[in-house]
T-cell receptor
């Protein structure tokens, strides 16, 4: 059973505009969320994360929003650039005793294409 | 920083062959390493978690005698697919983290094709 869902397999955005990638989860025990970016023939690269005690985390052009009541998070990229074109994976984890992250549960990814 | 190297990137071999994949953390010590498998258009599925110096913990449904994991040092873990068959063909990817509250950093994966 897929506990982390990315319902949009693809997203196409014009350069300079905002990209919004969505992610839903079903397990209310998840309290740490991560976004990874993956280029072809490379492994996923950690992008940004958010703890459940926050509802927003920002790092440069990337902002992650968390809505715990809706079990939904989103990644905003603004302004989008052609180099952002990649597959974006959402992942979720519980936080165990001692602040140790549990195993990651991944969504299936969303292919973002940013066109000039 | 946080570079994870995985080799080989591509393996093509005959059925019945055993294949070893290496995962190294290049610039940090990895207390925990993870092995994933990904099918086309699917999410990364965790196969096993390994802590340095101890036996790996396998996820349900993953045969530990089929997928041998060794994490002999803080910078190296290996996955050996024993007596590989065509159904083992997949994309295998490792990750590593330095401490329990740090994100995992991934290798570039290994495309395994069994003929």
């Amino acid at each position: 059973d897929q506990q982390v869902k990315q319902n949009s397999p693809s997203l196409s955005v014009q350069e300079g505009r905002i990209s919004i990638l969505n992610c839903d989860y079903t397990n209310s025990m998840f309290d740490y969320f991560l976004w990874y970016k993956k280029y072809p023939a490379e492994g996923p690269t950690f992008l940004i994360s958010i703890s459940s005690i926050k509802d927003k985390n920002e790092d440069g052009r990337f902002t992650v929003f968390l809505n715990k009541s809706a079990k939904h998070l989103s990644l905003h990229i603004v302004p989008s650039q052609p180099g952002d074109s990649a597959v974006y994976f959402c992942a979720a984890s519980e936080v165990n005793r001692g602040s140790t992250l549990g195993r990651l549960y991944f969504g299936r990814g969303t292919q973002l294409t940013v066109w000039p | 920083g946080a570079v994870v190297s995985q080799h080989p990137s591509r393996v093509i071999c005959k059925s019945g062959t055993s294949v070893k994949i290496e995962c190294r953390s290049l610039d940090f010590q990895a207390t925990t390493m993870f092995w994933y498998r990904q099918f086309p258009k699917q999410s990364l599925m965790l196969m096993a978690t390994s802590n340095e110096g101890s036996k790996a913990t396998y996820e349900q449904g993953v045969e530990k005698d089929k997928f041998l994991i060794n994490h002999a040092s803080l910078t190296l873990s290996t996955l050996t697919v024993t007596s590989a068959h065509p159904e083992d063909s997949s994309f295998y990817i490792c990750s590593a983290r330095s401490t329990g509250n740090q994100p995992q950093h991934f290798g570039d994966g290994t495309r395994l094709s069994i003929l």
